[in-house]
């Protein structure tokens, strides 16, 4: 890895050194709104806004052509928390993916690794955040030392993705462009983390946050402005002035492409050009390309209508596969192109069985593999691929998908065949072999086998899909309802232990490598729906939640902790396998089809997004490695 990033820090400096002469940098061009500010003298000159060694994006390796300047483009999303969606979309990170999935230094300059437990990160001379000022060492030392060592700030601890075997990294700062952490063991967690598409945010612009730091200023004030404001004390206005992944704070200097300038609550955001942007194109042209981007907020059902009249430039959120031939339908009267991208989800619709039920009765259940594999094989995916997604679907168990170098025909095939006699046998020893006169098999005490199924209720797709497996699981005398609520209401209801089963998308490292984190397959954090209690266990270090107490589940959580240590690649992989049989074997939840398409419509003015990608959300954010500060619109 280490040798990676060195190359590329190598080959920056090579292609920024073929525009210099006497002693100054000529840049190509920049914005013609930025141009007007700079001789305004509101704005100084690019050579002194980009860093001394911009990141110069591959146009040859990425396909892309040099663009044109101007453009505003505009977004749909289906609530005011997708705000969040941007900074994902726009994918500016520390260390992040490429196209073709490298993971490459973009905001750093370089990241030093050795042992896989020492990290030194050089900072790129005279980077600056939107407002201007220096990105420098003090914002990850403010991050460490006054954040996570502050004891109102820090109350989660350290993060679990800095945390080997517990500890934490010993912090030092180098000079102003240099930082390092060292762990006492490999830290192979520690990268991947960074690279996300909601990343670990190891820094924040200390300049800006210190004035809402006790530490800073006097807490008293402090304290008496938080109060009026609705908080508790300073800290938590400090926590929403300082928020890197949902941009509320217009504010807040950033890193990004663009900036919000939108205060909430709005129905429509409008993000504008930083100024001071990194990245650049092969003719030293200073990017993003298009001015603005304008993020409006429409109910989540209408979305794929108002997509189709025309009032998205680039839309995949909230459209589904069944809306597809509706877009193709309209798309040349309304100027854009319906693309079918490869989705990268281990499973486009997958069950959750809540193994932290409060039901004493159910969680015996749930916990038992024999039921759980009974109503894995009790799922006929054949006709869910072929009613639902026109037999271009592959049915599957919840796992990696074919384009994974883990892949194995074994995990996506675990107890995934439509096999009525075995699942009735199955639940048939695990104590439901008795039914009333409907057929529905009853509990141990008594009370029928009624199982609700709770949802977002954001797709249809999912509702379909249950309308299937509904009248599949009735073949063997389980009756189902279905219940959908808002995500927050559905998320508070899963990490409480009141739901049974929870339907959502499957496993976001459908694409995954030895090299990412294999967290979603154990118990390591609270949203996982299968076993919520246990995850914020991991997750606060035993402050909250419920131990593991499942032999099987506590195994993969072992497993976990060994790849987190793991020196070797050869080790990694084989921790992965052993967790990818364990989840598949175990069918720790349930999956139905995986390498379904995703419609991503595309303004037919939109140029430099590919026909084909991978809509996912790990590795690739989405949008976010297609690097959408370099699309652009034709006149």
Request: hydrophobic letters at 35%.
């Amino acid at each position: 890895m280490s040798r990676v990033l060195s190359m590329l820090a190598k080959s920056c400096a090579a292609i920024i050194g073929l525009i210099i002469f006497a002693g100054s940098v000529a840049w190509a061009g920049e914005a013609p709104e930025l141009a007007s500010l700079v001789e305004q003298k509101k704005l100084p000159p690019l050579e002194d806004r980009l860093p001394k060694n911009p990141y110069v994006v591959d146009y040859k390796k990425e396909q892309k052509t040099i663009g044109k300047y101007g453009g505003e483009m505009r977004l749909l999303m289906g609530r005011a928390k997708d705000l969040g969606q941007i900074t994902v979309y726009t994918y500016a990170r520390l260390i992040g993916f490429t196209p073709g999935l490298e993971m490459k230094a973009d905001i750093l300059e370089s990241i030093d690794v050795k042992n896989g437990r020492e990290f030194t990160l050089k900072i790129r001379e005279g980077h600056r955040w939107s407002d201007g000022k220096l990105f420098t060492s003090e914002d990850f030392r403010y991050y460490w030392e006054d954040m996570i060592g502050n004891e109102q700030l820090g109350r989660a601890g350290v993060p679990s993705t800095m945390r080997v075997e517990g500890e934490g990294p010993e912090f030092k700062v180098i000079d102003s462009l240099t930082i390092r952490y060292t762990w006492a063991k490999p830290n192979p967690a520690f990268l991947p983390a960074l690279a996300g598409p909601s990343p670990l945010y190891i820094y924040r612009p200390a300049h800006y946050m210190k004035q809402f730091h006790a530490k800073y200023g006097d807490e008293e004030k402090l304290n008496e402005i938080a109060r009026e404001a609705g908080s508790k004390d300073w800290s938590g206005i400090h926590t929403r002035k300082q928020r890197q992944r949902r941009p509320e704070n217009p504010d807040l200097p950033t890193l990004q492409a663009w900036r919000n300038t939108t205060s909430p609550p709005s129905q429509r955001f409008v993000f504008e050009r930083n100024p001071f942007y990194h990245r650049v194109d092969p003719d030293g042209n200073q990017l993003p390309y298009i001015n603005k981007l304008i993020m409006s907020i429409a109910s989540k059902g209408v979305i794929p209508a108002k997509t189709g009249a025309g009032e998205s430039d680039l839309q995949a959120r909230y459209l589904r596969f069944d809306n597809f031939t509706f877009l193709k339908e309209v798309e040349d009267d309304n100027n854009f192109n319906t693309y079918l991208w490869s989705t990268g989800k281990g499973s486009q619709v997958a069950l959750f069985l809540n193994m932290n039920t409060n039901d004493p009765v159910w969680r015996g259940l749930m916990r038992d593999v024999r039921f759980r594999r009974a109503l894995s094989l009790g799922i006929d995916r054949e006709e869910i691929n072929e009613t639902i997604y026109f037999g271009l679907a592959s049915p599957s168990a919840n796992t990696v998908l074919p384009q994974s170098p883990l892949y194995r025909d074994e995990y996506a095939q675990a107890w995934a065949e439509y096999d009525v006699d075995t699942a009735n046998q199955l639940l048939d020893d695990a104590g439901l072999g008795a039914r009333d006169e409907d057929g529905i098999r009853l509990l141990p005490n008594g009370e029928r086998a009624e199982i609700t199924i709770e949802s977002a209720g954001e797709s249809t797709e999912e509702s379909d899909v249950l309308e299937l497996i509904s009248d599949h699981w009735s073949n063997i005398g389980i009756k189902v309802f279905i219940r959908s609520s808002q995500r927050d209401i559905f998320r508070r209801r899963a990490n409480a232990g009141e739901t049974l089963i929870s339907v959502f998308f499957g496993i976001n490292a459908g694409l995954a490598s030895s090299q990412l984190s294999p967290e979603e397959l154990a118990p390591t954090a609270q949203p996982q729906l299968n076993w919520p209690k246990w995850g914020q266990y991991f997750e606060t270090g035993g402050k909250a939640g419920e131990p593991v107490d499942l032999p099987e589940a506590a195994k993969q959580v072992e497993r976990y902790n060994a790849w987190l240590i793991a020196e070797s690649d050869e080790e990694r992989t084989r921790i992965w396998h052993e967790m990818l049989h364990t989840y598949t074997d175990q069918v720790f939840s349930i999956g139905t089809v995986n390498n379904s398409r995703q419609p991503v419509v595309v303004s037919k003015k939109l140029q430099n997004v590919p026909e084909e990608g991978i809509y996912s959300w790990e590795p690739t954010a989405f949008f976010g490695v297609y690097r959408p500060d370099t699309f652009w619109f034709k006149k």
